[in-house]
Nanobody, 123 residues
Framework: QVQLVDSGGGLVQTGGSLRLSCAAS????????MAWFRQAPGKEREFVAAISTNGASTDYADFVKGRFTISRDNVKKMLYLQMNSLSPEDTAVYYC????????????????WGQGTQVTVSS
Protein backbone atom coordinates (compact mmCIF):
# COMPACT_ATOMS: atom_id res chain seq x y z
CA GLN A 1 0.00 0.00 0.00
CA VAL A 2 3.00 2.31 0.36
CA GLN A 3 6.25 2.57 -1.58
CA LEU A 4 9.40 4.08 -0.04
CA VAL A 5 12.46 5.66 -1.66
CA ASP A 6 15.29 6.76 0.64
CA SER A 7 18.12 9.13 -0.22
CA GLY A 8 20.62 11.57 1.23
CA GLY A 9 23.51 9.25 2.00
CA GLY A 10 27.09 10.05 1.12
CA LEU A 11 30.64 10.43 2.37
CA VAL A 12 31.28 12.59 5.43
CA GLN A 13 34.19 13.08 7.82
CA THR A 14 34.12 12.13 11.49
CA GLY A 15 32.07 14.69 13.43
CA GLY A 16 30.10 15.74 10.39
CA SER A 17 26.37 15.66 9.68
CA LEU A 18 23.98 14.22 7.12
CA ARG A 19 20.22 14.33 6.66
CA LEU A 20 18.57 11.25 5.20
CA SER A 21 15.18 11.50 3.50
CA CYS A 22 12.52 8.94 2.66
CA ALA A 23 9.78 9.76 0.17
CA ALA A 24 6.55 7.77 0.37
CA SER A 25 3.88 7.20 -2.25
CA UNK A 26 0.57 5.39 -2.20
CA UNK A 27 -1.77 5.48 0.80
CA UNK A 28 -1.80 8.31 3.33
CA UNK A 29 1.38 8.33 5.38
CA UNK A 30 -0.57 9.21 8.53
CA UNK A 31 -1.67 5.56 8.79
CA UNK A 32 1.91 4.30 9.17
CA UNK A 33 4.45 4.29 11.92
CA MET A 34 7.91 4.65 10.42
CA ALA A 35 11.49 3.82 11.31
CA TRP A 36 15.11 3.82 10.22
CA PHE A 37 17.33 0.73 10.29
CA ARG A 38 20.95 0.28 9.23
CA GLN A 39 23.13 -2.59 8.10
CA ALA A 40 26.93 -2.66 7.97
CA PRO A 41 28.81 -5.18 5.79
CA GLY A 42 28.75 -8.61 7.41
CA LYS A 43 26.38 -7.44 10.14
CA GLU A 44 22.67 -7.92 10.76
CA ARG A 45 20.23 -5.11 10.11
CA GLU A 46 19.71 -3.14 13.33
CA PHE A 47 17.15 -0.66 14.65
CA VAL A 48 18.08 3.03 14.68
CA ALA A 49 14.95 5.10 15.38
CA ALA A 50 11.16 5.05 15.05
CA ILE A 51 8.36 7.60 15.01
CA SER A 52 4.62 7.26 15.59
CA THR A 53 1.91 7.99 13.01
CA ASN A 54 1.48 11.64 14.02
CA GLY A 55 5.05 12.23 15.14
CA ALA A 56 4.09 12.59 18.80
CA SER A 57 6.31 9.73 19.99
CA THR A 58 9.84 8.73 19.04
CA ASP A 59 12.15 5.89 20.00
CA TYR A 60 15.92 5.65 19.55
CA ALA A 61 18.56 2.98 19.84
CA ASP A 62 20.92 3.71 22.73
CA PHE A 63 23.92 4.18 20.46
CA VAL A 64 22.34 7.14 18.59
CA LYS A 65 20.55 8.98 21.41
CA GLY A 66 21.59 12.62 21.52
CA ARG A 67 23.07 12.48 18.01
CA PHE A 68 20.24 11.49 15.65
CA THR A 69 16.75 12.97 15.28
CA ILE A 70 13.88 11.30 13.44
CA SER A 71 11.02 13.43 12.09
CA ARG A 72 8.19 13.23 9.59
CA ASP A 73 5.94 15.40 7.44
CA ASN A 74 2.70 13.60 6.65
CA VAL A 75 1.48 16.32 4.26
CA LYS A 76 4.62 16.01 2.12
CA LYS A 77 4.79 12.24 2.74
CA MET A 78 8.39 12.49 3.92
CA LEU A 79 10.46 10.87 6.66
CA TYR A 80 13.80 12.30 7.79
CA LEU A 81 16.79 11.29 9.87
CA GLN A 82 19.12 14.09 10.95
CA MET A 83 22.48 12.59 11.89
CA ASN A 84 25.05 14.66 13.80
CA SER A 85 28.43 13.88 15.36
CA LEU A 86 28.95 10.98 12.98
CA SER A 87 31.69 8.43 13.59
CA PRO A 88 33.11 5.60 11.45
CA GLU A 89 30.97 3.17 13.47
CA ASP A 90 27.92 4.76 11.83
CA THR A 91 29.04 3.58 8.38
CA ALA A 92 26.26 1.40 6.96
CA VAL A 93 23.43 1.22 4.47
CA TYR A 94 20.45 3.01 6.01
CA TYR A 95 16.89 1.88 5.24
CA CYS A 96 13.57 3.55 5.93
CA UNK A 97 10.66 1.30 6.86
CA UNK A 98 6.93 1.53 7.54
CA UNK A 99 4.22 -0.45 9.28
CA UNK A 100 0.56 0.13 10.10
CA UNK A 101 -0.20 2.21 13.21
CA UNK A 102 2.23 1.20 15.98
CA UNK A 103 6.01 1.46 16.16
CA UNK A 104 8.41 -1.40 16.71
CA UNK A 105 12.14 -2.00 17.04
CA UNK A 106 12.47 -5.31 15.20
CA UNK A 107 13.03 -5.48 11.46
CA UNK A 108 10.47 -8.26 11.15
CA UNK A 109 7.79 -5.83 12.39
CA UNK A 110 8.06 -3.73 9.22
CA UNK A 111 6.63 -5.01 5.91
CA UNK A 112 7.52 -1.96 3.78
CA TRP A 113 11.11 -0.91 3.03
CA GLY A 114 13.09 1.57 1.00
CA GLN A 115 15.99 0.46 -1.19
CA GLY A 116 18.66 1.79 1.18
CA THR A 117 21.15 4.65 1.02
CA GLN A 118 24.87 4.34 1.79
CA VAL A 119 26.40 6.40 4.59
CA THR A 120 30.20 6.34 4.86
CA VAL A 121 32.04 8.17 7.65
CA SER A 122 35.79 8.58 7.21
CA SER A 123 38.35 8.98 10.00
Amino acid sequence: QVQLVDSGGGLVQTGGSLRLSCAASGRALSSYAMAWFRQAPGKEREFVAAISTNGASTDYADFVKGRFTISRDNVKKMLYLQMNSLSPEDTAVYYCAARRYTTGSRKDDYPYWGQGTQVTVSS
